[in-house]
């Protein structure tokens, strides 16, 4: 019987020693391998994002089913984004045409990218310089609604101002 509990506890013993030295892992700060060291806490890493203000909320726009043109509604939007837009010269924005998912790809896509012109447009007869701002077309590709009724392609076909991020 001694003979198994001083087996036993050698066995607990090797087996703890194993266990006891420091692994090194990523955690660790270096990679298996390497001389590469991982730091752990990006605190310091410059943002991507840079330092816009975060309660930038440009607002969106609204067409009409295979429309292109400016409503009334549009237009008085359109005005109080470019108030923000002008006392805010270092801005720059891409707007964003976009469409229901009823029409091809491609008649879609060409849709959206008129809408989005009408935009660009409006905002440089505000006064907004045309090089601080891009367009682009998603067509129907980033629906806000994917169900297939009226209520869901009068939210997609619009046109989305989004700072761009420099």
């Known amino acids: ?4 509990l001083l ?7 090797v087996f703890t020693a194993g266990c006891g030295g420091k692994k090194k892992n990523i955690n660790d ?3 298996p391998g390497t001389d590469i060291t991982i730091t752990p ?5 410059p943002s991507l994002r840079g330092d816009l203000d975060k309660d930038i909320n440009l607002k969106t726009i609204y067409f009409e089913f295979d429309r292109s043109e400016l409503s009334p509604d549009a237009l008085s939007t359109l005005k109080e984004n470019a108030a ?6 270092e801005v720059k924005i891409v707007v964003e045409g976009h469409c229901d998912d009823r029409g091809t790809v491609e008649y879609n896509l060409a849709l959206g990218q008129r809408r989005a012109v009408k935009v660009k447009e409006y905002y440089t007869q505000l006064g907004i310089a ?3 701002i891009a367009t ?3 067509g129907e590709e980033k629906p806000l609604d994917t169900r297939s009724n ?4 009068t939210k997609n076909r619009r046109a989305e101002s989004k700072v761009m991020v420099q």
């Open 130 to 132: 045309s090089n601080r």
């Open 7 to 13: 087996l036993a506890l050698f066995g607990v013993l």
């Open 84 to 89: 923000y837009l002008i006392n805010n010269s």
């Open 41 to 45: 806490d990006f605190a310091d890493e």
């Open 1 to 4: 019987m001694k003979k198994v």
């Open 136 to 138: 682009i077309s998603y």
């Open 29 to 31: 700060g270096a990679m």
């Open 150 to 153: 009226e209520s869901a392609w």
